[in-house]
């Protein structure tokens, strides 16, 4: 049972579940915080329901959280996006297409006014097989190959690939983009250096 | 502020009080119509303790109704410290000096203090001036406030019908924000038609998920079961799969006596996990068999870690056949190279130890995890392996039959066991923490805690888990500096959140701001912090540390009046916050917190609660204060608390004794009473015993609570001279109190040696049990290196007691 709750900051109390994970990076409050007050709608969290029996009105059980969303808008002309800065799962609600579900709303919530941005994009280990497949079935394709990004800054040559080092930029057109502008095939071959993602 | 301002704070930060007040003195003379200097005299004189004086200087200044930004934020320090209104400056000032500078400098120390109250009336400032945004901040804080636990009724109806005429008079309502803060105040104000009719012709122009929940209820409340039937189909229509909307979508479907159509909506949606628990939740509430459903959502979720938080709710139902459950899952036919079995296997045991029927014994359990062991080869590092439930189920049943110190080991061998195939899970982690902790091992705990790579508000719900008793555990300079990481995030976090209020504020981000102050509040009143304080005061003392012993003083100071509040108000800028969790280590199973297991005498002592930070912040500010008055308050709050037996729980015997003793001590020094002398001596005869087993958190305890209370009322004794016969007479004390530590301190170098001892024997006891129990069963566990290592950490925490 998956609701689409807005994130408060007091969720941050009860996130051990989610961003105990290995994978999931806890920022400083003030990361969380500047997403809160400056993109309200686009920082949200998955919940597994509450269920309220309704002869009483009393919760037989209380919402968890599941996942969440923390996404922003920028750029400017036609690069004026949406980017996904973390999606996460709760391990006990992994396989669920919850990831998905996260994106989509995301996709949604910026697909029109106030946003209405002409894309979505988001970083990706090149390793990350599973995400980059779950991705491709959203309708995002790889942009470039961003050379370095989760390195340490040594690498100049765009050239000098790293497995373990590069990011995928993927993106997924919307509605706004109607010549398909923002997107691009064999992104995989496009190279760049991180200092060169610019918007 | 000129460097000569400047020296006054730098001669207030070390202490020399004195020299501050000369310096104010000299700048009084040259600037005799600044009220600045006389607000920082006021600030001098509370800062040095003599706080009767500073008041009344306060209030003689305030009398003169200053409006000096910098003047009101000193006095502000001075009334808040005293319990007075702070706010009445500011009103005052502004009534006779308006000005739009001196009405922000109040909103900000406002958002600094995280003061709800004192937002709203200076958001009705805000609400006189002829902008919009002005009028919204005027409405938002109205809002605010209206929540408050500690307003009048008369208050919680009238700021909500203000605040809706505030927001109708700024119609039409411009964006999402706008419209969200008129919608709480409106829905305050039991407005739910209104609230459902502006919302929704908002939505019709633009979406905002907030504002769709908020429609949502609002129709619900109404009781409009019409309108909430129609909006929450058309979002099914829509394709949107929202429990929320799920569950709104059947109860109103059933109000308005259309079963049928609920069911074929849900049935012409695409199978998901919403609409399989939504015909459940229908039949459910229909009071019908909802076997068949239970079944049907089976058929596709069994393999899934959710199934079993999914239906947990409905196990218990009269209504539900699980042995028909339960036969889909034959754990003879489940493939153990599938880990698709494996979950279905894990669901039926959880749902069948919760319901009881057949529940799982420890070798199940052991032999459930082993057919299953050989997934772990080709699992990736950073997967989630879910036949570790078996492994916590076992270390569970272990424990809720016994937990001795061989238990405690075998639990300990189990998990890491595991721990090292399946290096990120981190429920078995936790688990350890809590293990190691219990049998003195504070170095192995911290290995396992560390590998968490808990940071910021993590280390506020997951700290305690290593500084409970880190004052005991570890009593050298690394405990101190992991306290001062622990309270790092605090101060930190302080200053960010209120430069994001402020930011909030500032653009117009008003569906984020009341979680944010509360976020800000919990942290800055977090029971972790406070008793991470504690900690902190306990180890200054013993470690001689006096810049760690005054800054902990410093927290405990501010937050004593929060312990001592006698109403029942349960706001969050007032109240003491407990954010510690305590539910993800019993994150498995049946998922049932079962605290009796770990906080029983052995394992780790009751959780300290709100109630054991009353009674040792009072102790602390006892032992630190230089006024005999206020010790004298102090001691009679601190005796009351101890006559209660509410209180003593949490205490352990060494504890308590400490507690009575200084206590004693303390009134005889001050009040010459002899009937307090004999108590004291009385109790210096009969220091409780030390705990046999080294294995064990309460060895290190007892002999720190003893050193700490000898120095304690040591150093207490040299700060508060007395008359000759009483001095005599705490020497004698001093003296016996000194033996019982000379004699810890002789027994201290033969620890290494029982140490070694006591691990040995365990190793051999728990190498038969494990080739006894689970030598067939995958455990490669070597368990004599396990003991070796409890051995090398157990001797660290010992090896802290002999430096002290």
């Known amino acids: 049972m998956t609701s689409i709750k807005p994130f408060q900051a007091t969720d941050l109390f009860d996130i051990n579940p989610v961003n105990l994970d290995v ?18 709608p686009l920082f949200f969290k998955s919940v597994s329901g509450s269920v309220i029996d309704s002869s009483n009105g009393s919760i037989l059980r209380n919402d968890v959280m599941s996942g969440y969303m923390m996404g922003k808008t920028e750029g400017k002309a036609k690069e004026w996006h949406t980017h996904i800065t973390a999606v996460t799962v709760n391990p006990t609600y992994r396989r669920l297409g919850l990831a998905s579900f996260l994106c989509e709303h995301l996709d949604q919530a910026t697909d029109q006014e106030p946003y209405n941005t002409y894309f979505v994009d988001l970083f990706v280990r090149v390793t990350n097989k599973l995400a980059i497949s779950m991705y491709h079935k959203l309708g995002y394709s790889v942009y470039r190959r961003v050379v370095g990004y989760y390195g340490d800054g040594s690498n100049e040559n765009r050239n000098k690939l790293d497995d373990n080092h590069d990011a995928f930029d993927m993106r997924k057109s919307q509605t706004r983009d109607v010549k398909k502008e923002t997107v691009r095939e064999n992104g995989e071959k496009v190279n760049v250096l991180p200092y060169e993602v610019v918007f | 502020m000129s460097e000569s301002d400047q020296t006054i704070f730098s001669s207030l930060e070390v202490g020399a009080f004195k020299q501050a007040l000369q310096l104010v003195k000299k700048k009084q003379k040259k600037f005799p119509n600044s009220s600045y200097y006389y607000a920082l005299e006021s600030y001098v004189l509370w800062s040095s303790g003599d706080i009767t004086k500073a008041i009344a200087v306060a209030e003689d200044l305030a009398s003169k109704i200053p409006s000096d930004p910098d003047t009101l934020r000193l006095l502000k320090e001075v009334y808040k410290s005293s319990g007075r209104d702070f706010n009445l400056l500011y009103e005052n000032a502004l009534r006779k000096y308006y000005n739009e500078n001196l009405l922000e400098s109040w909103f900000h120390s406002n958002i600094d203090d995280f003061d709800i109250s004192g937002l709203q009336k200076a958001g009705m400032l805000y609400g006189k001036q002829n902008k919009r945004e002005s009028k919204l901040l005027n409405a938002f804080t109205l809002l605010l406030a209206s929540d408050l636990d500690r307003i009048s009724p008369a208050h919680k109806r009238l700021f909500p019908m203000l605040g809706v005429k505030v927001m109708e008079a700024l119609f039409p309502l411009g964006n999402a924000q706008e419209v969200f803060i008129y919608a709480k105040l409106a829905m305050s104000c039991r407005m739910y038609n209104e609230t459902a009719n502006v919302v929704s012709s908002f939505l019709a122009k633009e979406s905002d998920l907030e504002l769709q929940i908020i429609l949502l209820e609002s129709l619900l409340l109404a009781e409009n079961w019409q309108g909430l039937f129609d909006t929450t189909k058309k979002h099914i229509l829509s394709g949107l799969d929202d429990w929320n909307v799920w569950q709104k979508f059947v109860d109103s479907g059933l109000k308005l006596g259309l079963t049928e159509t609920v069911a074929e909506t849900i049935g012409g949606f695409k199978v998901s996990r919403n609409t399989l628990l939504a015909t459940i939740y229908l039949n459910n509430t229909l009071g019908n068999d909802i076997t068949d459903a239970i079944i049907a959502y089976s058929l596709h979720f069994i393999d899934k870690s959710s199934f079993f938080p999914d239906l947990k709710t409905y196990a218990s139902s009269s209504r539900l056949d699980l042995t028909r459950v339960f036969s889909q899952v034959d754990p003879d036919d489940l493939k153990a190279d599938n880990a698709s079995s494996l979950i279905k296997l894990v669901n039926i045991t959880k749902l069948k130890l919760l319901m009881g029927v057949k529940p799982p014994t420890f070798q199940d359990n052991i032999s459930s995890f082993s057919k299953f062991a050989n997934l772990l080869d080709n699992k990736l590092d950073t997967d989630y392996f879910p036949a570790d439930e078996f492994l916590l189920l076992g270390v569970q049943q272990l424990l809720s039959a016994d937990t001795s110190l061989s238990t405690v080991i075998k639990c300990i061998i189990i998990l890491e066991n595991n721990v090292q195939m399946d290096k990120h899970e981190f429920h078995l982690r936790l688990w350890l923490i809590k293990l190691y902790s219990a049998i003195n091992c504070y170095s192995l705990a911290k290995t396992h805690f560390d590998s968490l790579s808990t940071k910021f508000v993590q280390l506020d719900t997951l700290g305690h888990y290593l500084t409970e008793r880190v004052s005991a555990l570890n009593p050298n300079k690394s405990g101190a500096d992991d306290l001062e990481h622990f309270c790092s995030v605090y101060y930190q976090a302080e200053v960010q959140t209120v430069h994001f209020i402020k930011d909030g504020f500032e653009k117009g981000s008003y569906n984020k701001i009341q979680g944010m102050i509360e976020f800000a509040a919990r942290l800055n009143n977090s029971l ?3 008793l991470s304080n504690i900690e902190k ?26 312990l001592t509040r006698s109403d029942k108000i349960n706001d969050v800028d007032c109240t003491i916050s407990d954010n510690r969790d305590f539910n993800t280590l019993w994150d498995f199973g049946t998922q049932k917190v079962n605290d009796d297991i770990v906080q029983n005498e052995f394992i780790f002592g009751k959780h300290h609660s709100v109630k054991y930070a009353h009674i040792f912040s009072l102790e602390e500010l006892i032992l630190s204060k230089n006024s005999e008055e206020i010790i004298s308050q102090h001691l009679r709050q601190l005796c009351l608390l101890l006559d209660d037996a509410d209180y003593l729980t949490e205490l352990t015997e060494d504890e308590l004794w400490s507690l009575k003793f200084l206590t004693s001590a303390i009134d005889y020094v001050l009040n010459h009473n002899n009937n307090s002398f004999k108590e004291a001596e009385k109790l210096v005869q009969n220091i409780p015993s030390q705990s046999e087993s080294l294995l064990n958190w309460k060895f290190n305890h007892h002999h720190v609570v003893i050193l700490n209370t000898f120095k304690a009322f040591k150093n207490f004794t040299l700060k508060h001279k ?17 033996q019982r530590i000379d004699q810890l301190r002789e027994q201290a170098l033969s620890l290494p040696t029982r140490s070694r001892a006591e691990t040995n024997a365990l190793a051999d006891e728990a190498e038969a049990w494990v080739n006894d129990s689970c030598k067939e069963q995958s455990f490669s566990t070597d368990a004599k290196k396990i003991l070796n290592n409890i051995y090398e950490s157990n001797s660290k925490a010992l090896a802290c007691l002999r430096t002290l």
């Open chain 1, 23 to 40: 994978l999931t990076e806890n920022y400083q409050p003030f990361f969380y915080l500047q997403y809160l007050v400056d993109w309200p």
């Open chain 2, 528 to 530: 972790s912090f406070l």
């Open chain 2, 537 to 562: 005061a306990k180890l200054a003392r013993l470690l001689e540390k006096k810049n760690l012993l005054e800054q902990s003083l410093k927290h405990l100071n501010e937050k004593l009046p929060l």
């Open chain 2, 722 to 738: 007395t008359i000759k016969e009483v001095t005599l007479n705490c020497q004698l004390l001093l003296k016996t109190l000194k």
